[in-house]
């Protein structure tokens, strides 16, 4: 491990976030230039430019060092960043004594940056803008991932940028050159930026003010999932209710595609196994959705809430338009399963991601067919291709350690929450490795996490992040082997 190197490419990120908080201060200083949330931006922004700037002249790097980075050091940078990032985002939420623990400020944050949404904060509207604008900020960082940004943005990093790129970007990435990188990038977060522009402007076409606009576009369109409502969208015109299903499903799909669309190549774009999968999830689920919650007696729209909830829960973002915790258990079965799936690879949505659900039934079917012949040649396909054997063992690992997580996380609440039921531990556990943010029962979308315990928030988090972060760069920082030379 190249500790200098790894602690140089960490401040320039903190720098470059840094300035980025000034947007909130901004903000904060609209509304009232004396008020404790200005003191609190002013003191976070001043520290992270000192810091970042005193490592940076301790730990200086040349260029010949880029080149020299390896698979340790770039799931380092990026496990660590992420994980700094949070405890520095933090600040300003508990120095405002808008939550009174900083560890009640680490899990919102946190919370942001994953795009998971999950809350502590019961009511929202009484929070200043300032801190609800870098609450939703955060996500917005978060989905296109925030060291892509700073790929994009900042001077070459030589081959670092392929090794960060493949370990922050979300499915089954592939080996890219320096310059595919930076211009994949900046496309990538131009398309972003586009897609964010448009939302705000139908938002404010539907009479949503400004700010409201710009907070639930970032939660939208990063599938984050934060709102500046207590009861989320459900307050909203059915107008404004389709805007934010059409960004959630945008954001859910791979942005690779998005680059195929400004290319003219269509046909790439509908040829794509993953995208008719997460299509096909969606329409199916649609009328089962739509007959059952009307026939449930309840006080809901069933055909814009049953949509609704499916793409919310799917993209794993977390907006509600109604107390889903209530719905038939059939439903609320549904909606756990679409918790562990997500969306697509490439996307700003958590999960396992659709592309590993397809390979992984596909070895299914096949291990079936090689048990009765025994001596075929059979491959797994996606896109028509027949898919790497490594690649294949790869994501059968990676849903091991998924579901491995998962009940571990259900089982630490069950211990360490002495009211907790089994099925709040469990969508509680899911809900925050798949970065959905809501679960049911004590989580459900009417509830929040304020009352877990200070052990039970610092396993979420963990959970979260390692769920943004698709498990690798988290994990690899607990083995011992990863900060030998």
Known sequence: MHKRFILNIISRVLFFVSIIMFFPLFWALYDNS??????????????GL?????????????????????????????????????????????ISNVVPTFTDAFFEIASGFTT?????????????????????????LGGMGIIVLFIAILP???TTSSQLYKIESSGLGLDRSET???????????????????????LMLGKMPFFDSLCHTFGAIATGGFSTKNTSISEYSLYIQWVIISMMFLGGVNFSLYCHLTRKKWKLFFKNSEFKAFLFIILLS?????FLLRGSGLRVKPFTDGVFQIVSILTATGYSTTDFDVWPSSLKMFLIIFMFIGGCAGSTS??????????????????????????????????????????????????????????????????????????????????????????????????????????????????????????YAILALLIPETWKK
């Open 286 to 290: 649609m009328p089962l959705f739509y």
């Open 116 to 140: 998971t949404g999950a809350s502590l904060i019961a009511d929202v509207e009484a929070v200043p803008r300032g801190i609800l604008f870098w609450r939703s900020l955060t996500h917005w």
């Open 34 to 47: 004396h008020s404790l949330e200005v003191k609190a931006f002013i003191f976070t922004i001043a520290l």
């Open 180 to 202: 595919q990188v930076k211009i994949i990038a900046r496309k990538l977060w131009l398309i972003y930026l586009a897609i964010t522009c448009v939302s705000v402007i139908l």
């Open 350 to 471: 958590g999960g396992m991601k659709v592309v590993r659900f397809i390979i992984a039934v596909k070895a299914g079917c096949r291990s079936v067919l090689q048990s009765i012949y025994s001596h075929a040649v059979m491959f797994v396909r996606y896109n028509s291709e027949p898919v790497p054997e490594n690649l294949v063992k790869s994501v059968l690992s990676f849903i091991f350690l998924y579901i491995f997580l998962f009940v571990f996380g259900a089982l630490f609440l069950l211990i360490s929450e002495s009211s907790c039921d089994i099925l709040t531990a469990m969508t509680a556990s899911i809900a925050c490795l798949s970065t959905v943010g809501p679960g049911l029962a004590k989580v459900g979308p009417l509830q929040n996490y304020a009352w877990i315990s200070t052990p039970g928030k610092w396993m979420l988090s963990f959970l979260m992040i390692a769920g943004r972060l698709e498990l």
């Open 156 to 158: 070459s990093l030589g």
């Open 50 to 94: 000192v810091l970042s700037t005193l490592i940076q002249l301790k730990y200086k790097i040349k260029k010949i060092d880029y080149d020299r980075i390896n698979a340790k050091d770039g799931l380092a940078i990026v496990g660590l960043l992420w994980i700094l990032l949070s405890l520095w985002g933090a600040l300003p939420l508990w």
